[in-house]
């Protein structure tokens, strides 16, 4: 039994290394791009294409000129550093014209409003997006818009707190009411209640407010609005409102009451059905003659309001998307557990819709943050073409086309990449299954 | 007996419209209702008195009157002697055009993106993944405005095509040729691609409506129908065939015949050839000219939707689970049918409604060809039109109507669709 023949080994054998083939680089290089004579092929014409692009980029990035007066001085440094016949990227043109890209022609002395409501703007989304911040930091959210219209617009604080008052004044009738006439019924009166004091008390306790308290800024103008302040001011708006907006008509359209349930289809078939350029277009030019003649009001506000729409009516159909794919039981358990249907809407439906839509919704966010380079077509100054249009036209700088393409392509590549990524954050966060 | 939660029965009290839950829903509604017909008739009200006011009426008896302003890419004749009505239907058209081949560009273009994507290649993964990543975050606008910027300002003019006997004996070359064996010249007027041509034409039929038909046109087509009608004969027979002995009848080399050996003999009969464009002394002549308009707006719609249709096929390609192929493999059938038979019916739920819906979208975003000057249905009706007859309410009512129209019929086949293949649930 003990007895072990010489040539058969007692102790194990150190483990050899891999084969070279199967480890590191060359391992990876086989199994990620030449696993076979399709793989190859096609990495090769990766490749032949990554250069081609490199090849094609790289010179003329490697040739930028950051100073420079004119697109003729840039060409001629170029020229001068690199040979007669080099290319090169003239970005003095965004080093001289970038506050006009980003805020228009709001006047430069103000600045430091935009700046403030800027930084702000991150103060008052954070306890929204995080939910590790305190809930406390709400009220700042909650603020936030009021305190945004005043700094950028200007004029006396007590418009905007006035305003504010009317929301609580809301507020404090629907809390009140809500038990004894229902949600709708209670959202009505206070909607009615506020628009009283909106229309009949604002103006009056403003005036005398302003008279005991002059505080106020020096007013901007709309239309000295432009750049990606316009476009921000346009998609952070169009965003706020049109999220519960859509719910409502999602929550409309499968509604069991058959006038709010037409009302809603045919707003969002209406809506979806049309390109937003028209509708644009109808804000510009047929308001005048569905309003009484002599009412003017704010460009911006109005494609404000058309834009809400238009993202309100795609998020109604994602968020029905959301409550379609809800299995029946969720709904027949919040019956059963004897919830009424806001009760069963807040608790059961809606957590779970709006999970299932997240992905929806921020694409269509996506969208619509992109849409907002369409006012351009109603004589707004968006930072596309606008702007751009604007730039182009200084004899400086003619001839310039890449230059601010790139510039404004990249701040939206940046706003509109981080929101993707913020919805997958969420979608892996709110995950419940599958840990 | 009654049960203590049993409703009063009393009679009727009116604080029961808001305070009792059966009828308040009625109330509700009710209440919308008339809101709703009171803020119409207000807004239409106001429309009648503004109208009254500038002394203008609402009727469309212009689109019956001259339109006078020239449309430079019409699908069928027109003058600017024309009416307004048939500057529409070009602007309708022109809009349909670009639309059409941008959904087939993009699906292609988008198909393949999406399937590469998912390559286990890790340099083209990446490098797709950076082509969606790209079109899909920066506005279309962007797109359409660097392509048409491009192609109007980086182009050579005409005259760097010409090549003199001067230039020859000189021994100097041209500064710029033409692509794929002469047959397209871009240049910064428009690109210029050889055209088919027939050496014994048919001629052509006029319909009514000034709208001529192409005789060879429509027999290439009858002949390709019948073809294609021979071909499905011929499908159904080898079937039949295989059903009844069990062998499949060879059809390897009758279908490409059946199928292109008729048009093929047609078109020589017709004596087909290709009208290449040839450089003569300002521009090109020959071939026909595509404007750079309808270029950059086809390209900018086909790079920005595909990028959408990727991330439709990737997903409904994911969405298919593994264990689907492993089963279809585990019953014996090859790779090519598991596709059509398993992979295909399932994912194409998955990714037909959205992507009929990112068709929709290319349609309705086909109305930005007004950043190049393409003329599309905006820019007759809702442009030209609209500002030389000043009926802003008319022109945008019905620009509204037809591109209503469109979403509709789309979004109607789409439910049809969704219909068919629901998946059945209790």
């Known amino acids: 039994m003990t007895e072990t023949s010489s040539f058969v080994r007692t102790d194990m054998l150190p483990p050899a290394p891999p084969p070279v083939s199967q480890t590191g680089v060359i391992k990876w290089l086989r199994e990620n791009l030449f696993s076979g004579p399709l793989n190859t092929t096609l990495t090769l014409c990766g490749l032949g294409f990554a250069i081609w692009l490199v090849q094609a980029a790289a010179p003329w990035l490697l040739h930028s000129v950051w100073n420079a007066n004119s697109q003729n001085e840039c060409r001629s440094i170029i020229a001068e550093t690199w040979g007669p016949e080099a290319t090169g990227a003239c970005w003095a043109i965004i080093r001289a014209r970038w506050h006009q890209f980003l805020f228009g022609f709001y006047p430069m002395d103000q600045y430091w409003r935009i700046y403030v409501t800027f930084a702000a703007l991150f103060v008052a989304i954070a306890p929204v997006l995080f939910a590790t911040l305190p809930r406390r930091m709400l009220w700042l959210s909650l603020l936030y818009p009021l305190v945004a219209f005043w700094l950028l617009w200007g004029g006396p604080i007590w418009g905007p707190v006035f305003t504010a008052l009317g929301f609580g004044l809301w507020a404090a009738v629907f809390l009140a009411l809500s038990v004894r006439l229902g949600v709708v019924v209670a959202a009505g009166i206070g909607l009615v209640a506020a628009a009283v004091f909106w229309i009949y008390g604002v103006g009056a306790l403003e005036a005398s407010m302003q008279s005991v308290l002059p505080l106020a800024l020096p007013e901007v103008d709309s239309d000295q609005f432009g750049g990606f302040l316009l476009a921000l001011v346009i998609g952070v708006t169009a965003i706020v409102v049109s999220l519960p907006m859509g719910v409502l008509l999602a929550l409309g359209r499968q509604s069991d009451m058959l006038i709010i349930k037409s009302l809603s289809v045919g707003f969002i078939e209406f809506i979806r059905g049309v390109p937003l350029i028209t509708l644009l277009f109808t804000a510009s030019l047929l308001l005048q003659y569905f309003l009484p003649s002599g009412t003017s009001f704010d460009l911006i506000l109005r494609v404000v309001i058309l834009v809400t729409f238009f993202a309100a009516a795609y998020i109604a159909e994602v968020i029905r998307g959301g409550l379609a794919a809800l299995p029946r039981g969720q709904y027949e358990a919040a019956d059963a557990l004897g919830l009424d249907y806001w009760q069963a809407q807040r608790l059961i439906i809606m957590p779970q819709a709006l999970k299932i839509s997240i992905p929806g919704i921020v694409s269509t966010f996506i969208g619509m943050f992109k849409d907002t380079t369409l006012v351009a077509f109603v004589g707004l100054m968006d930072p596309l073409k606008g702007i751009s249009t604007v730039v182009r036209a200084d004899l400086n700088w003619k001839g310039v086309y890449w230059e601010p393409y790139i510039f404004v392509a990249v701040i939206f590549f940046i706003f509109n990449f981080s929101m993707s990524r913020y919805s997958m954050f969420l979608e892996r966060k709110l995950k419940r299954d599958h840990r | ?426």
Not at chain 2, 44 to 54: D, F, G, M, P, S
């Open chain 2, 1 to 426: 007996m009654t049960l203590a939660s049993d409703p009063p029965k009393d009679g009727f009290r009116l604080s029961m419209l808001i305070y009792d839950t059966r009828f308040r829903s009625v109330t509700i509604q009710v209440i919308v209702l008339v809101l709703f017909l009171a803020g119409l008739f207000w807004l239409l009200n106001n429309a009648y008195v503004n109208l009254e006011a500038k002394g203008k009426d609402f009727n469309f008896s212009f689109l019956w009157t001259r339109a006078g302003y020239d449309i430079a890419q019409t699908l069928i004749p027109y003058t600017n002697d024309d009416t307004h009505m048939r500057a529409l239907i070009e602007g309708l058209l022109n809009t349909l055009l670009v639309s059409v081949l941008g959904c087939i560009c993009a699906t292609i273009l988008g198909v393949f993106v999406g399937v590469l994507r998912l390559s286990h290649n890790w340099l083209v993964a990446r490098i797709m993944t950076v082509f969606v990543e790209t079109f899909r975050n920066i506005p279309l606008l962007l797109w359409i405005l660097l392509m048409g910027t491009i192609l109007s300002e980086t182009r050579p003019s005409p005259r760097d095509f010409r090549f003199t006997e001067a230039m020859q004996a000189a021994g100097e070359t041209p500064k710029a040729s033409m692509w794929l064996f002469d047959t397209i010249a871009v240049t910064n007027r428009g690109t210029n691609v050889a055209a088919p041509a027939f050496s014994n034409s048919l001629g052509e039929v006029v319909l009514p409506g000034n709208i001529p038909v192409s005789l060879n046109a429509l027999a290439l087509f009858a002949v390709l129908a019948a073809s294609f009608w021979g071909w499905r004969r011929l499908m159904a027979r080898a079937k039949a065939v295989q059903e009844a002995t069990g062998t499949r009848p060879a059809t390897w080399w009758q279908t490409p015949l059946i199928l292109l050996g008729p048009v093929v003999a047609v078109s020589l009969g017709l004596g087909f050839h290709l009208d290449y464009p040839v450089i003569t002394r300002f521009d090109f002549t020959g071939g026909f000219q595509m404007l750079h308009s309808f270029t950059a707006l086809l390209i900018a719609l086909t790079i920005y939707t595909s990028a959408f249709i990727a991330e439709i096929v990737r997903a409904g390609i994911l969405a298919i689970s593994k264990g689907q192929t492993e089963a279809a493999y585990a019953l014996g059938l090859r790779p090519g049918r598991t596709m059509n038979l398993v992979i295909l019916p399932q994912a194409l739920r998955v990714i037909v409604p959205p992507l009929i819906s990112q068709y929709l979208n290319l349609t309705k975003n086909s109305s930005l060809a007004i950043a190049v000057s393409y003329m599309d249905l905006r820019g007759t009706l809702g442009g030209i039109t609209l500002n030389q007859t000043g009926r802003e309410l008319e022109c945008m009512l019905l620009m509204m109507l037809i591109y209503l129209t469109i979403s509709l019929v789309i979004s109607s086949v789409m439910n049809l669709y969704n219909k068919s293949i629901k998946l059945k649930e209790r």
